[in-house]
């Protein structure tokens, strides 16, 4: 698996052809049948022939391999069929956080890259809304190498620095945008309130991957002292006494909560829970997740 692809800021658009390379993989899963009911057929192509057996269509009778053979043969056909993929990436002030060597933002970006590029390789229309405090960005379903290399393009670019989300809002303009069912990625910390009948709205058109970017600060401090936190979107400070054993503990328990109230409420409204944590592999979580929806 390839690890920190994008970790060292280099231009996605530089690393395109390395990156192509890498989900190889990745898009084979996403034609495994996980989501064969958002498939659509838009036409038949030719997959070969066999002999001729009772019951079948004669208007199938491929003639130039009878005569050859001097027994009937029929052609065959595959139905060729494409999934629509469609991202939602949070860019807000919150994203941009992490501990450690990656933010929140980047990981959600190195999996938006990922599912792009995939997309592509598998002949998919993808599409995108991209926000923070407002709606910086949005595009309709289209398959082309010039549609991803747009999407790569914008990814690149600095996010915004205005304070807010604009998750539910995000959420209605891609139920406006999308004609036909989708396969959808929410790719967001979830740090905001009132998304969750937006979400209801678009769970019951499209199939929705609600895929949660943390960090491991979420669930665990560590032993600093007597720190100050700031809340990245309000700006609020407060000390947190880390060396206690007793706030670490509660710090664990109030995460854990938290985290199986937002996979609770993702569930109930006809959604798909993912958390993907900052310290792990981009191409490895995706490739888990696909294999995991695979077998049930």
Not at 13 to 35: D, N, P, V, Y
Request: net charge positive; proline share 3%.
């Amino acid at each position: 698996m390839a690890e920190n692809l994008i970790s060292d800021r280099e231009s996605l658009l530089k690393r395109a052809a390395l990156l192509r390379i890498t989900t190889t993989s990745l898009a084979s899963a996403m034609q495994s049948g996980a989501f064969r009911s958002l498939y659509r057929g838009q036409g038949i192509e030719f997959a070969g022939v066999r002999e001729y057996l009772r019951g079948d269509d004669v208007r199938t009778i491929d003639w130039n391999v009878t005569a050859r053979s001097a027994k009937p043969f029929v052609k065959m056909f595959n139905e060729e069929r494409e999934l629509q993929i469609f991202l939602i990436i949070d860019r807000s002030v919150s994203m941009q956080e992490g501990a450690k060597n990656k933010s929140r933002l980047e990981m959600a970006t190195e999996i938006a890259a990922l599912l792009a590029l995939a997309a592509e390789r598998n002949s998919s229309p993808v599409g995108a809304v991209f926000f923070s405090g407002d709606i910086e960005f949005a595009i309709q379903p289209k398959n082309s190498q010039n549609q991803t290399l747009l999407l790569l393009s914008r990814l690149d670019e600095p996010p915004a620095t205005s304070r807010g989300t604009a998750l539910a809002a995000s959420i209605n303009g891609a139920g406006k945008l999308l004609k036909k069912r989708s396969l959808v990625f929410i790719l967001s910390d979830f740090r905001a309130g009132g998304w969750e009948d937006a979400f209801a709205r678009l769970a019951s058109r499209h199939d929705v991957v609600a895929a949660r970017i943390t960090d491991s600060i979420d669930s665990s401090l560590p032993e600093m002292g007597t720190v100050v936190i700031r809340d990245p979107e309000s700006g609020a400070r407060r000390l947190f006494p880390t060396m206690s054993k007793t706030f670490r503990s509660e710090w664990r328990e109030d995460a854990a909560m938290r985290n199986k109230r937002w996979t609770d409420s993702v569930l109930r409204r006809g959604g798909i829970p993912l958390t993907v944590s900052t310290s792990e592999d981009a191409l490895s979580a995706l490739m888990a997740f696909f294999s995991q929806r695979e077998i049930r």
